[in-house]
């Protein structure tokens, strides 16, 4: 799909039929979203600039995303997609920045670009020429991805209540090990947002950094892109204060497993110890033996139950002296 922002009259996006050969006049923004190769064609027959395939966005090393070429900024950052759709991805953007235009080229639905789209129409300043509309679409992707770290901070600070702000039974807290699992895989949920969103901070602020030192003094848009690199950096701290938390009570949580799990074999251990003496003496005046002097006694079998009663119950208090219960 090729969409254009032109200043006819006030700030509007137009959906562009690349087959009828004409580009909106005046327009500051175009947007390739998962172009066709007629659409590719299209936009670099009527700007003059090659637009980078796919393949050459997905490219990891810096001189293939960050470069010059023919009087244009190119510029190709990963972005993080789905955080609050519990859906996390990453996806390459290119961002094409000429004196006339700001070209967009993307294989993903963003939702920070229909923002942007949205605001322009609202405030045609935000898109008065290619520069400024860079500015304020890398503005508003950075608050999207601050939306989404908050959201990953929110979930975890679920999680901590959850895990260790539990309700009294019995007079202990307690939780089931099912309940604990889903504490994991919501933990690693929150992981895995959490490491897209800081792999997209980190291209940002890399794509941040050469714009400051490649575009134009004459665009006026320094102080923007410095305000944005500061940005990012703080976002970049937040969730690395995030990934340790997460560590933390991933830690806990496996630790809080292994007592539960422990409480309940001690339950069975402390059973068998019980019934242990008991068995015993069963076991003893099971044998049948000629002489035993409890055989031919009236009280031996009350004395046998007395005998495996008080064995099974004298335990009990040693236990709970010995701090064992």
Same mark, same amino acid.
């Given at each position: 799909?090729?969409?254009?922002i #032109?200043?006819?009259?006030?700030?509007? *996006?137009?959906?562009?039929?690349?087959?009828?050969? *004409?580009? /909106?006049?005046?327009?500051?923004?175009?947007?390739?979203?998962? /172009?066709? !190769?007629?659409?590719?064609?299209?936009?670099? !027959?009527?700007?003059?600039?090659?637009?980078?395939?796919?393949?050459?966005?997905?490219?990891?090393? #810096?001189?293939?995303?960050?470069?010059?070429?023919? $009087?244009?900024?190119?510029?190709?950052?990963?972005?993080?997609?789905?955080?609050? =759709?519990?859906?996390p991805?990453?996806?390459?953007?290119?961002?094409?920045?000429?004196?006339?235009?700001?070209? #967009?080229?993307?294989?993903?639905?963003?939702? &920070?670009?229909?923002?942007?789209?949205?605001?322009?129409?609202?405030? /045609?300043?935000?898109?008065?020429?290619s520069?400024?509309?860079? *500015?304020h679409?890398?503005?508003?992707?950075?608050?999207?991805l601050?939306?989404?770290?908050?959201?990953?901070? =929110?979930?975890?600070?679920?999680? @901590?209540?959850q895990?260790?702000?539990?309700? =009294?039974?019995?007079?202990?807290?307690?939780?089931?090990? %099912?309940?604990?699992? +889903?504490?994991?895989?919501?933990?690693?949920?929150?992981?895995?947002a959490?490491?897209?969103?800081?792999?997209?901070?980190? +291209?940002?602020? =890399?794509?941040?950094?050469?714009?400051?030192?490649? !575009?134009?003094?004459?665009?006026?848009?320094?102080?923007?892109?410095?305000?944005?690199?500061?940005?990012?950096?703080? %976002? @970049?701290?937040?969730? &690395?204060?995030?990934?340790?938390?997460? #560590?933390f009570?991933?830690?806990?949580?496996?630790? %809080?497993? &292994?007592?539960?799990?422990?409480?309940?074999?001690?339950?069975? +251990?402390?059973?068998?110890?019980?019934?242990?003496?008991?068995?015993?003496?069963? $076991?003893?005046?099971?044998?049948?033996f000629?002489?035993?002097?409890?055989?031919?006694?009236?009280? $031996?079998? /009350?004395?046998?139950?007395? %005998?495996?009663?008080? &064995?099974?119950?004298?335990?009990?208090?040693?236990?709970?002296?010995?701090?064992?219960?």
């Amino acid at each position: 799909m090729l969409r254009a922002i #032109t200043p006819a009259g006030d700030m509007n *996006v137009i959906t562009v039929d690349a087959a009828a050969g *004409v580009l /909106p006049a005046g327009a500051i923004w175009i947007d390739l979203y998962n /172009p066709s !190769a007629e659409e590719e064609a299209f936009v670099e !027959a009527v700007t003059g600039i090659a637009v980078p395939s796919e393949e050459e966005m997905d490219e990891i090393e #810096t001189s293939s995303r960050l470069y010059e070429e023919n $009087g244009a900024i190119y510029m190709t950052a990963t972005l993080a997609t789905g955080i609050l =759709r519990a859906n996390p991805e990453n996806h390459a953007v290119s961002f094409i920045l000429t004196p006339a235009h700001l070209i #967009t080229v993307r294989h993903a639905e963003i939702q &920070s670009f229909e923002r942007f789209a949205a605001h322009v129409e609202r405030t /045609p300043l935000l898109c008065e020429n290619s520069g400024m509309a860079l *500015v304020h679409l890398l503005d508003a992707v950075v608050d999207r991805l601050a939306d989404g770290i908050e959201h990953v901070g =929110r979930e975890v600070d679920a999680v @901590s209540r959850q895990a260790f702000r539990r309700a =009294r039974v019995g007079g202990q807290q307690r939780v089931s090990n %099912l309940a604990l699992q +889903s504490l994991l895989i919501r933990l690693g949920h929150a992981q895995d947002a959490l490491s897209k969103a800081r792999h997209a901070a980190v +291209s940002l602020n =890399r794509a941040l950094g050469y714009l400051i030192f490649a !575009a134009p003094k004459s665009t006026g848009i320094q102080p923007h892109v410095k305000s944005l690199s500061r940005d990012i950096a703080s %976002l @970049s701290d937040h969730s &690395s204060y995030l990934s340790g938390n997460i #560590t933390f009570l991933l830690d806990a949580a496996l630790g %809080l497993i &292994s007592i539960e799990q422990n409480a309940v074999l001690k339950i069975f +251990s402390v059973g068998a110890i019980v019934f242990m003496p008991p068995t015993l003496i069963a $076991g003893i005046y099971g044998m049948n033996f000629a002489i035993m002097p409890e055989l031919g006694w009236k009280l $031996g079998y /009350p004395w046998a139950l007395a %005998l495996m009663l008080a &064995s099974a119950i004298l335990p009990y208090p040693v236990f709970r002296w010995r701090g064992w219960l």
